[in-house]
């Protein structure tokens, strides 16, 4: 997510009322999710969140004994909701970065991401380097590490930013832009329907080893402690491998 410092400071003031009048019972938490990043989050025809993330998610409260609440949130405002209090952490497919932890802490890992550049199958594209891609026009979902990937290391291509990623990639495929950086799984996933017939994976991965946690307010580190803890937990006894192999072919972890 990109963040001013006056937009950092707003944040900050935030997380901290909604900090001082939370009380800390864990038999009750209550989880954000986007809601919109197949096969991490999404719906059902029935208007269920299912998903990765909602099945790690469940398997974590499952293992605290805690009552949780799945609560969908677009994802430009997924952080400021948490630190207003909608809800107690974020399950939704986050990278920690550095400019993230100035307003949130994370938990360890629960997966590991690349980015990687997707083009229509006929595109004369080999070189994904910034140099390579000079001239070119790049799209990412906005507020997330591929959008902020392109605007920091693409400064002479021209940066299309979109709302969700489902938005990029039609705008790629209807030849709006000339590729799109995204994370490896759901473009994998996209790639493979029919919606996706048009495009291919192009170069090497930009971005390795991109991990993504659990977000939690800077004050609740009882919670954090808690993940962590159940986390360790359902690596060890198997439930982790099991829900990984219901959506990936490979370990994402």
Not at 63 to 70: D, N, P, S, V
Request: proline letters at 3%; hydrophobic letters at 45%; charged letters at 25%.
């Amino acid at each position: 997510m990109k963040i001013t410092s006056l937009m950092l400071a707003g944040l900050l003031a935030v997380g901290a009322a909604a900090g001082q009048a939370h009380a800390k019972d864990w038999d009750k938490i209550r989880i954000g999710i986007e809601a919109a990043y197949p096969p991490f989050n999404g719906y059902n025809t029935n208007k269920e969140l299912i998903g990765f993330d909602v099945d790690i998610a469940e398997a974590l409260c499952a293992q605290m004994k805690a009552e949780c609440t799945l609560v969908a949130q677009d994802w430009d405002g997924i952080i400021p909701a948490l630190l207003a209090g909608k809800y107690d952490a974020i399950v939704s497919s986050m990278s920690i970065t550095e400019e993230r932890q100035q307003v949130v802490d994370f938990t360890d890992r629960y997966y590991t991401n690349s980015l990687t550049f997707v083009a229509p199958k006929d595109t004369a594209i080999t070189d994904v380097s910034p140099a390579g891609m000079a001239g070119k026009t790049l799209g990412a979902q906005s507020s997330t590490v591929s959008a902020a990937h392109l605007e920091e290391e693409y400064k002479d291509a021209t940066i299309k930013l979109y709302p969700t990623q489902d938005d990029a990639y039609l705008d790629l495929a209807s030849g709006r832009v000339d590729a799109v950086l995204a994370d490896v799984g759901p473009t994998n996933l996209w790639l493979d329907a029919e919606d996706g017939a048009c495009c291919a994976f192009v170069g090497e991965a930009v971005v390795k080893d991109d991990e993504i946690g659990i977000a939690i307010r800077k004050d609740d580190g009882d919670l954090k402690a808690k993940f962590n803890e159940a986390l360790a937990a359902i690596l060890a006894d198997g439930t982790y491998e099991t829900i990984s192999a219901k959506y990936f072919p490979f370990s994402i972890y």
